[in-house]
């Protein structure tokens, strides 16, 4: 489904606001493409809640089965980092691949744009397995820098799993690259349920397995549940290609052009994306300097905010991206802008009410959520007062995120590099700064001021270049 074309419009600053309000229900109620991204938000806010759902009872059922057995311990750290670099590895092609696919599929064909994904799919698929085959060499030194607290017998058992879960390695990272080519194409459906699959497929297993349950079964389901989603997202994918004799096969014969400028965009984002995934062990690290518990205290925190995050900054930019991209390929840069400040108005209008309530709510919510056992009244009050600062970051991060995908969508590579760089060096700076007088709850405050600066900055920078970009358009 591609963007209509609407009729040009005078700029929206020249507009008063009621104008403009008015409009914009007209739009509504005109079934445009506001509905069409509001509609695939709340597919993706909607499916991607069921997902953490079945992910919440996951972890439910493995607790019950493990607690924290020495042999769990070896499970999550060779799980944590197979997740980490398939999502590094995996995660950066897919923001320069949707772009390019998008101008592809509107200025050259559908067969081009889906060529491009042939070919990209399998560039996935070499580098994962490399980096595997030397995962699986390097696995006893690697584990043995990385857990230096565990016994020679533990580190060989993590050893064991990490090789074992090669196929949830490459599966997790070629699923990223897959479910960006769904939602290019407006099918946001399954590439935001199937997540749910892995989970579903290990409580399974569990129940199936009951009270002999080993850490052997929960790797072999963590593969299965992987290779299952997988499948599903490829038969999906497979069902929007070209169904000539021979198609698929013919992809490799001819070499896109334009895949050199998606491999070669893949790196910034990569590097983009390992420099902001670093913040929170920073901020972690940083705790640890302050009094006891600031680590679990700002740790709990984080959890919450990241609940709320999951449910709006994500379904924001997995259903806005591609209609950005395909302005971006259309080269509609009036439409463009005006669905951008559209968009962060209605965001701010209900996202703004929603911290604030949850900031006066805090000792409530985190009353519900953890107060029981070990975690007392005291520990309620803490992790209140952190996170009546941490959830000030969500209106800017919701902002900096759409904003962030508009400027990829633009292909700004190096810029978003920059910008992560800049917001990784202030964090620390913030961090410093206030961490003396407010303590843990600093920390949350200077990821605010973080997310502050950056929503700022790529707000105005996507801006510039939008005009920049029209400007041109326009010269004889």
């Not at 043995?144 to 607290?149: E, K, Y």
């Not at 840069?333 to 805090?362: D, E, N």
């Not at 759409?402 to 190096?414: C, E, G, N, P």
Request: glycine content about 6%.
């Amino acid at each position: 489904m591609s963007i209509q074309k609407l009729p040009a419009t005078a700029a929206l600053s020249e507009k008063p606001p009621a104008a403009r309000w008015l409009g914009l229900l007209r739009e509504f109620a005109a079934g445009g493409v506001l509905v069409r991204m509001f509609q695939g938000f709340m597919t993706v806010a909607s499916l991607t809640l069921v997902a953490k759902t079945v992910s919440f009872f996951k972890e439910a059922a493995v607790a019950d089965h493990f607690g924290i057995a020495d042999e769990l311990d070896a499970f999550v750290l060779s799980f944590t980092l197979l997740s980490f670099l398939s999502a590094m590895l995996g995660g950066g092609m897919p923001d320069s691949f949707l772009p390019v696919f998008s101008r592809l599929f509107h200025q050259q064909g559908r067969e081009s744009a889906h060529r491009l994904g042939m070919q990209m799919a399998l560039c996935n698929v070499v580098i994962l397995v490399l980096v595997g085959g030397l995962l699986a060499i390097t696995a006893e030194p690697l584990l043995h820098f990385m857990s230096r607290g565990f016994t020679p017998e533990k580190q060989t058992h993590a050893a064991w799993m990490l090789r074992n879960m090669m196929p949830f390695f490459i599966g997790s990272g070629l699923i990223f690259h897959l479910s960006a080519w769904l939602r290019a194409q407006k099918r946001f459906v399954l590439a935001s349920v199937t997540p749910a699959a892995a989970p579903a497929v290990i409580i399974c297993a569990l129940i199936t397995s009951g009270s002999t349950a080993s850490i052997e079964v929960l790797v072999h389901a963590t593969n299965l549940g992987v290779l299952l989603q997988l499948l599903l997202l490829t038969f999906a994918v497979q069902r929007t290609l070209p169904q000539r004799r021979g198609w698929s096969t013919g992809c490799f014969r001819r070499w896109e052009p334009d895949s050199a400028e998606v491999l070669r965009n893949t790196l910034p984002f990569l590097l983009a994306g390992i420099v902001i995934g670093t913040a929170p062990v920073i901020d972690q690290i940083m705790a640890s300097w302050l009094q006891p518990g600031s680590v679990a205290v700002l740790g709990y925190s984080e959890k919450i905010t990241s609940i709320l995050l999951a449910l709006t900054a994500v379904p924001v930019g997995d259903a806005l991206f591609p209609y950005f991209a395909d302005s971006v390929a259309k080269c509609e840069w009036k439409v463009l802008r005006r669905h951008f400040l559209q968009v962060t108005g209605v965001i701010l209008i209900v996202i703004i009410p929603l911290t604030l309530l949850m900031c006066w709510f805090a000792p409530l919510i985190v009353r519900l959520l953890f107060e029981r056992g070990a975690f007392t009244a005291e520990n309620t009050e803490r992790v209140a007062w952190v996170l009546r600062f941490s959830i000030f970051q969500v209106p800017f991060y919701i902002v900096s995120s759409l904003a962030s995908r508009l400027a990829v969508s633009m292909q700004a590579s190096r810029f978003m590099l920059g910008m992560a760089a800049f917001s990784l060096t202030i964090n620390v700076l913030f961090n410093a700064l206030l961490m003396g007088s407010f303590g843990v709850a600093g920390i949350a405050l200077s990821t605010v001021i973080v997310h502050l600066c950056a929503a700022v900055a790529i707000y105005v920078y996507t801006l510039m270049r939008i005009r920049q970009r029209s400007r041109q358009e326009v010269k004889p």
